[in-house]
Nanobody, 127 residues
Framework: HVQLVESGGGSVQAGGSLMLSCSAS????????MAWFRQTPGKEREVIAA????????YYHDSVKGRFTISRDNAKKMLFLQMNNLKPVDTATYYC?????????????????????WGQGTQVTVS
């Protein structure tokens, strides 16, 4: 069965860095699009970075542009999120997501509803 497992969350001071990892297993074929979402209590889960697995198209939410980098190691079936210059507003639960649907036009999937596979989430706390 398919599975996404995140790791790398933790507590860090403002200005620090963390790298989140997501191990993807059981996908045949590979997902079309993968993304990192984050959510805080009482708020909607929002996409902060997304990428088409077999291509180069990448999306970043304005709030993380220039600070976060999404990347993937296709050979190892891993997705990463390098987070630099972290701010207290980045405190949230971070989720890895994968979509196995292939939309016409080959566009990035940026909606929560577009993803049919989710990890359990990892907490990031910035103080």
């Amino acid at each position: 069965h398919v599975q996404l497992v995140e790791s790398g969350g933790g507590s860090v001071q403002a200005g620090g860095s963390l790298m989140l990892s997501c191990s993807a297993s059981g996908f045949t074929p590979d997902p079309y699009c993968m993304a990192w979402f984050r959510q805080t209590p009482g708020k909607e889960r929002e996409v902060i970075a997304a990428m088409i697995v077999s291509g180069t198209t990448v999306y970043y939410h304005d709030s993380v542009k220039g600070r976060f980098t999404i990347s993937r190691d296709n050979a190892k079936k891993m997705l990463f999120l390098q987070m630099n210059n972290l701010k207290p507003v980045d405190t949230a639960t971070y989720y890895c997501a994968a979509s196995t649907t292939y939309p016409s036009g080959g566009s990035l999937i940026l909606s929560r509803a577009g993803y049919n596979n989710w990890g359990q989430g990892t907490q990031v706390t910035v103080s």
